[in-house]
């Protein structure tokens, strides 16, 4: 537990104004790592437990900082009753849970997702790999 002093929090120690205090620092701080942790080099779902192609290149900060996307729920979204919800989204799960989640999901489904996902936009705004090998690279380990 760390503890922080009058002077930072600007409450005094003993004050039960400190719980929320803390809580706001618990926050503040599970979500700069939320946005490290997202800073991974591959997309390796653990739903293909036996992948048929080399795993797909994908530096999550730096692609996403290039390509200007701004908005988590871009890509971790969440819907309710068929329509995406603006204000959810669900960093920290990954897409099998949830697209892979029905009995009548298969890994086909799953692949046709990612797929739909990263190529469709790389379609639409005709900028990054639209090729298996450009995606799917072999000595990018
Ligand atoms: C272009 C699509 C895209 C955008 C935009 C995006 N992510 Fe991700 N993110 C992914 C993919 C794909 C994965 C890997 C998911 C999987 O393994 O199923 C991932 C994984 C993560 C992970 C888990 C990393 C790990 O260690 O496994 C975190 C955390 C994360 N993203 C946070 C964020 C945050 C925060 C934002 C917004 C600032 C964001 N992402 C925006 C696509 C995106
Ligand atoms: C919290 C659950 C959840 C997570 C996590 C999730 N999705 Fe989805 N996704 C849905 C739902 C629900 C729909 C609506 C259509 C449907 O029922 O399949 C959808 C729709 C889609 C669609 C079709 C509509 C569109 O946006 O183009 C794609 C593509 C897609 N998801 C890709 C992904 C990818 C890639 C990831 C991981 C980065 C992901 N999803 C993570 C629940 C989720
Ligand atoms: C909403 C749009 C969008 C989505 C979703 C998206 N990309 Fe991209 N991607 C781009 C754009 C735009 C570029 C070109 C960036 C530049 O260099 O200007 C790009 C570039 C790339 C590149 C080239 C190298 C780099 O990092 O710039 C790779 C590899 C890539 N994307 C992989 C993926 C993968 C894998 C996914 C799915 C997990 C994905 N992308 C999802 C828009 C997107
Ligand atoms: C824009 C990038 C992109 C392109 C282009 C692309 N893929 Fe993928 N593909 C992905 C991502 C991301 C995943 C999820 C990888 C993971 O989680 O391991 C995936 C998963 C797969 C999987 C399931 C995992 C495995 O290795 O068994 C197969 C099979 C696959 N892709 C085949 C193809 C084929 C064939 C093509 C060309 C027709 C292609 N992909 C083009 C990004 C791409």
Same mark, same amino acid.
């Given at each position: 537990?760390v503890v922080?002093? #009058?002077? #930072?929090t600007?409450?005094?120690?003993?004050?039960?104004l400190m719980? @929320?205090?803390?809580?706001?620092?618990i926050?503040?701080l599970?979500?700069?790592?939320?946005?490290?942790q997202?800073?991974?080099? !591959?997309?390796?779902?653990?739903? !293909?437990?036996? @992948?048929?192609? @080399? @795993?797909v290149? !994908? &530096?999550?900060? #730096?692609?996403?900082?290039?390509?200007?996307?701004?908005?988590?729920?871009?890509?971790h979204?969440? &819907?309710?009753?068929g329509?995406k919800?603006?204000?959810?989204a669900?960093?920290g799960? #990954?897409c099998? /849970?949830?697209?892979?989640?029905?009995?009548?999901?298969?890994?086909?489904?799953?692949?046709?997702v &990612?797929?739909? /996902?990263?190529?469709?936009c790389?379609?639409?705004?005709?900028?990054?790999?639209?090729?298996?090998? /450009?995606?799917?690279?072999?000595?990018d380990?």
């Amino acid at each position: 537990m760390v503890v922080y002093s #009058e002077k #930072e929090t600007g409450v005094e120690t003993k004050h039960l104004l400190m719980l @929320p205090a803390i809580g706001l620092v618990i926050l503040a701080l599970s979500v700069i790592a939320a946005y490290s942790q997202g800073d991974i080099p !591959f997309v390796k779902d653990s739903a !293909f437990e036996n @992948p048929r192609r @080399p @795993p797909v290149a !994908f &530096y999550h900060d #730096e692609h996403n900082e290039k390509a200007g996307l701004l908005e988590c729920n871009g890509c971790h979204h969440v &819907y309710e009753n068929g329509k995406k919800l603006e204000s959810s989204a669900s960093v920290g799960m #990954e897409c099998s /849970q949830c697209h892979l989640a029905s009995e009548n999901n298969s890994a086909i489904d799953l692949i046709r997702v &990612y797929h739909l /996902q990263c190529r469709g936009c790389h379609l639409k705004k005709n900028a990054g790999p639209i090729l298996c090998g /450009q995606c799917h690279q072999k000595n990018d380990n």
